[in-house]
């Protein structure tokens, strides 16, 4: 009878590409891994991986497995941590997804007075919603609505970010300025190109966006420098030189001071929706409506002020 362990050994290879990976996610030894998936080859009798020296190539007998098994092994792993909280936790506990720019901004500062339990995690926001549909999460931030009748995710909008062109305090932006004053956008943007530009690694689609709404084209060049966060990019200009694209509300703070200097919000405003993506089978809806309006709060505080 087949072991219920090699299919959960079998997803996280198929997920992480490499037996060292997939090891480290089980918490178990690589030689017990490739146990369990050579026992399940032998039980189905097909090959499922094509080994290679870096990576484990799923086979399309491997494709059509994963795609047959992984929503019920996502049920059992949302019952395991279920189970889990019933019988071990005493405080209430929200398992909570944004970017580490938001946490840090907003939240972070708030956590010692919180009366319940927090898990953070940050990560692409894709991957954050895939998994507050499985249940693993009970609250992301996110800039993108999904829709899907069969989710159990429902959406609501408590504010918006503007994307801005920022300058480092020592940047020499009296050419761009003028262009901005005098709408000459052909010549701004040569202007702007000339210049060393940095950006994150998460956000290049607002900085392809903001060229495109600006500019009517997509940017006939790339960042010198692509950072981890926002954070990094602000830091790196702070009495530095140098040009970035980012959201209104993560810089307030850095050009109160000086550091860094707003140079244009676009002739057209390049804004996102922020939401509150939560699931409507959430136990903790008291805990839920704390944090929010720590959100808004802080949301809100941004916007009065005005940048």
């Not at 094509?50 to 494709?63: A, D, L, Y």
């Not at 009970?138 to 993108?144: A, E, K, N, S, Y």
């Not at 020499?172 to 994150?200: G, M, P």
């Amino acid at each position: 009878m087949v072991n219920l362990e090699w299919y959960r050994t079998f997803k996280e290879i198929y997920e992480n590409g490499t037996l060292t990976k997939a090891s480290i996610a089980l918490y178990a030894s690589q030689p017990g891994v490739s146990v369990h998936l050579n026992a399940l080859e032998a039980y189905v009798g097909k090959k499922l991986f094509e080994r290679t020296s870096r990576k484990m190539i799923p086979t399309e007998e491997g494709k059509f497995l994963y795609e047959y098994i992984i929503e019920s092994i996502n049920k059992l792993e949302i019952a395991e941590q279920h189970f889990k909280k019933t019988t071990q936790e005493k405080n209430p506990s929200l398992h909570v997804g944004m970017c580490s720019e938001m946490f840090q901004h907003s939240i972070e500062h708030e956590i010692p007075k919180l009366e319940f339990d927090l898990v953070a995690k940050f990560g692409a926001h894709t991957d954050l919603i895939k998994d507050l549909n499985n249940g693993l999460l009970d609250l992301v931030i996110t800039p993108r609505k999904q829709s899907d009748k069969k989710s159990l995710v429902e959406y609501t909008a408590f504010s918006k970010e503007r994307i801005i062109l920022i300058a480092g305090i020592k940047t020499d932006t009296s050419a761009v300025e003028a262009h901005i004053k005098s709408h000459n956008y052909e010549e701004l943007e040569k202007e702007l190109q000339r210049n060393t530009w940095y950006s994150a690694s998460n956000e290049m689609e607002h900085f392809r966006r903001f060229w495109y709404e600006n500019f009517k084209k997509r940017p006939s060049f790339k960042p010198n420098y692509i950072l981890p966060n926002i954070g990094s990019i602000i830091r790196c200009l702070s009495n530095e030189n140098g040009l970035a694209l980012v959201p209104d509300f993560l810089c307030h703070e850095a050009i109160s001071n000086n550091e860094i200097k707003r140079i244009w919000g676009g002739r057209v405003k390049t804004e996102n929706t922020l939401y509150f993506a939560s699931r409507t089978d959430l136990k903790y809806k008291k805990e839920l409506k704390v944090l929010q309006g720590i959100f808004r709060t802080k949301m809100k505080t941004e916007v009065d002020k005005g940048v």
